[in-house]
């Protein structure tokens, strides 16, 4: 299932980009002159916003707060629907909760934004940097946008007796190259390379790796003008987690809904991941769907226009 979803994420990439260049044999004089007005009138125009969000569910997308905006979020996952976990003791999971962020995103340029949140899970601290390289245009001349992010993490405290004693040990490191494409005003689907490095990696245990290498797959699908069905997908690549049993291991996953209000972005969704942090969910999911360890969760994000300048802006960025 898993290479499944990967392979048919490549695919469509590829598909609809040799589409765009496959040369069109049978066009007549009046749609190559029309076709030669459209290329002149969109040479090097960029793509509007593939996505509505900085950010998915799991995982973030190729969108950019701009220049002097604030963009604050606040995500939370409650605790376990079902299973041993779950059930109506704890209202389906409500009255808990696996985890909660709260976030800063700042755009210093357009293409160039700094972000600080804190994580209940682990009590993890992240400041990262994100960097939009390249934007795709109408024309095709760059099909895909490319934003490389990239994030250090801290955990102030430890985990147990004996564990992240050491501040060396409690530093996290997270790298990521997101690779989006709008295949039309209602598809767009990203793919993530990732590395993640945990100085101490958790749990304790023989084999397990300091280094994880993972590939996402994420996208969305407008439904309505407002609003539309976003979904996740992370595999990472640890021997340790496709061969340990106790604990055992699943991929990530995310399904949700989201909705743009204007100066918010508002996302209900349910996922298997007890984090929200990628340094934290590629390490340590261990709930399934299929035994009920799943739970709802939801994103606020906000954006404040700290410039003093009042536009208005389709879209939620």
Do not use: C
């Not at 994420?9 to 589409?19: D, E, P, V």
């Amino acid at each position: 299932m898993k290479k499944t979803v990967i392979l048919l994420a490549l695919a469509a990439f590829g598909f609809n980009a040799g589409a765009q260049t496959k040369p069109d044999t049978k066009t007549n004089a009046a749609d190559s002159l029309m076709n030669a007005l459209t290329t002149t009138n969109d040479k090097g125009e960029k793509v509007s916003a593939a996505f509505e969000s900085s950010r998915l569910i799991l995982s973030q997308s190729t969108e950019m707060v701009k220049k002097q905006n604030l963009n604050f979020l606040v995500s939370h996952r409650f605790g376990d629907v079902g299973g041993a976990d779950g059930g109506s003791k704890i209202f389906w999971g409500l009255d808990n909760s696996s985890d909660i962020f709260i976030g800063f995103e700042y755009g210093v340029s357009d293409n160039f934004n700094i972000d600080f949140g804190r994580n209940k899970f682990e009590q993890l601290l992240e400041l990262g940097l994100k960097w939009a390289v390249l934007h795709q245009t109408k024309d095709d001349s760059a099909p895909f946008n490319i934003t490389l992010a990239g994030k250090a993490g801290l955990k102030p405290y430890a985990v147990t007796t004996g564990v992240f004693n050491d501040y060396s040990n409690r530093l996290n490191y997270y790298y990521e190259a997101i690779i989006s494409r709008k295949f039309s005003q209602s598809i767009s689907l990203q793919i993530i390379p990732s590395y993640l490095r945990n100085n101490l990696p958790y749990p304790l245990a023989n084999g397990n790796e300091q280094n994880i290498f993972a590939l996402g797959v994420g996208g969305y699908i407008k439904v309505t003008k407002r609003s539309g069905l976003v979904f996740d997908y992370q595999h990472p690549f640890s021997n340790y987690r496709s061969n340990s049993t106790d604990p055992r291991f699943y991929d990530p996953i995310a399904v949700g809904w989201q909705v743009q209000t204007g100066g918010h972005v508002f996302t209900v969704n349910f996922s298997n991941s007890k984090a929200i942090s990628e340094i934290n969910y590629l390490s340590d999911t261990d709930s399934s769907w299929g035994k009920g360890q799943f739970r709802i969760g939801f994103t606020i994000s906000r954006m404040f226009d700290l410039s003093g300048h009042k536009e208005k802006k389709e879209g939620g960025y």
